[in-house]
């Protein structure tokens, strides 16, 4: 066993195995999402940010042009995924989130409204994808019930993790055939392996927290690995903790519910414990983080005025400002603005 890694090496060795130092960088959209399995997509935008920071000279239209899709994964959540993913992550988390999200529609009284459009819900989105406001006009052209508001947050989810259909990284959706089978075991051995490797070095709590796991299920699949290595209660792949990670990037703009941000159960050593509230102020959002030699050092916000996009930044810590910075901003505001 290692000793327990000082805060400036797991920092690196973290952001190494995020894909987010110019070393370890992914080669494309799909490299990226795999590396991380999958970015949180609730927020289109900031998905495509998130791969941005891991994708080189990256554009949006590489992202709507990547072939990736958006469904619920862990936590619940929506991700952004490689679609080679989706077997053995519906294999860890599907009957949870169908369990989840059947009784969220019953809860709300419109599980059998739901039931009964759910046969033209899969035709219409056979025939061409839709966004949900777009899917919700031609339900009801079709005859079919309103659903509630708090029905409607639902729907998509509630039919995803039915293996029915599958989101687009632009926000509309498309039909789907449910994913193949694979063995449990071997999903939660792959589960635990490509954790490690997109976010190690990591704890067992760690990965219950990102997962949304029971930490006996948790253990289970790390116990599964053939071989990892320990520094304290942290867990690795062979050949990380001996390896000498690359240094921080001078500066980095992260997007808004990044993984680095909510792949651990705490986001120490990449924001101090006493910067915390600025990143997460409450409500459940997670404000964009400035990382300045991996530390978080501020928020960013943009504003649009016309063409023009403008990244302005709120620092919690020193002002940083670069040349590596300056660069960042211009490009986010590049990937973001028109065209």
């Keep these: 066993m290692a000793a327990k890694l000082d805060d400036e090496r797991l920092r690196r060795l973290?952001?190494?195995?995020?894909?987010?130092?110019?070393?370890?960088?992914?080669?494309?959209?799909?490299?990226?999402?795999?590396?991380?399995?999958?970015?949180?997509?609730?927020?289109?935008?900031?998905?495509?940010?998130?791969?941005r920071s891991r994708v080189p000279s990256l554009r949006r239209a590489d992202v709507d042009d990547?072939?990736?899709?958006?469904?619920?994964?862990?936590?619940g959540t929506v991700h952004l995924i490689d679609p080679s993913d989706l077997p053995w992550l519906q294999a860890v988390v599907g009957s949870r989130n169908r369990a989840r999200f059947d009784a969220a529609m019953r809860k709300r009284g419109d599980h059998d409204v739901a039931v009964g459009m759910l046969d033209d819900l899969a035709a219409l989105l056979g025939e061409r994808p839709l966004d949900r406001a777009g899917l919700l006009r031609e339900l009801a052209a079709r005859g079919h019930p309103g659903l509630g508001q708090?029905?409607?947050?639902?729907?998509?989810?509630?039919?995803?993790?039915?293996?029915?259909?599958?989101?687009?990284?632009?926000?509309?959706?498309?039909?789907?055939?449910?994913?193949?089978a694979v063995d449990g075991d071997l999903a939660l051995a792959t589960l635990a392996h490509r954790y490690l490797a997109g976010y190690g070095p990591a704890g067992a709590a760690d990965l219950a927290s990102w997962s949304g796991l029971p930490l006996i299920i948790v253990r289970r699949a790390?116990?599964?690995?053939?071989?990892?290595?320990?520094?304290?209660?942290?867990?690795?792949?062979?050949?990380?903790?001996?390896?000498?990670?690359?240094?921080?990037?001078?500066?980095?703009?992260?997007?808004a519910f990044?993984?680095?941000?909510?792949?651990?159960?705490?986001?120490?050593?990449?924001?101090?414990?006493?910067?915390?509230?600025h990143i997460l102020p409450?409500?459940?959002?997670?404000?964009?983080?400035?990382?300045?030699?991996?530390?978080?050092?501020?928020?960013?916000?943009l504003t649009a005025k016309g063409k023009r996009r403008t990244v302005t930044i709120d620092w919690?810590?020193?002002?940083?400002?670069?040349?590596?910075?300056?660069?960042?901003?211009?490009s986010v505001e590049r990937f973001l603005g028109p065209g």
């Design 14 to 51: 973290r952001l190494a195995a995020q894909r987010l130092t110019p070393a370890t960088a992914a080669a494309d959209v799909a490299a990226a999402a795999r590396a991380v399995v999958g970015v949180q997509a609730q927020d289109v935008r900031a998905a495509g940010l998130a791969l």
């Design 150 to 180: 708090r029905s409607i947050n639902v729907l998509m989810p509630w039919a995803a993790a039915q293996g029915l259909i599958v989101g687009l990284p632009d926000g509309r959706y498309r039909a789907a055939q449910p994913p193949a």
């Design 66 to 75: 990547s072939g990736l899709v958006r469904t619920w994964t862990v936590r």
């Design 282 to 301: 409450g409500g459940g959002m997670l404000r964009p983080p400035v990382l300045i030699d991996g530390l978080a050092a501020g928020t960013w916000t």
């Design 222 to 255: 790390l116990a599964a690995l053939d071989h990892t290595e320990a520094a304290g209660e942290l867990l690795a792949l062979p050949g990380t903790l001996d390896a000498t990670p690359p240094p921080a990037p001078p500066a980095l703009l992260l997007a």
């Design 316 to 330: 919690f810590r020193r002002n940083a400002e670069s040349a590596e910075l300056r660069a960042e901003q211009v």
């Design 258 to 277: 990044d993984t680095t941000m909510l792949g651990y159960r705490t986001r120490e050593p990449l924001v101090a414990t006493r910067d915390d509230r």
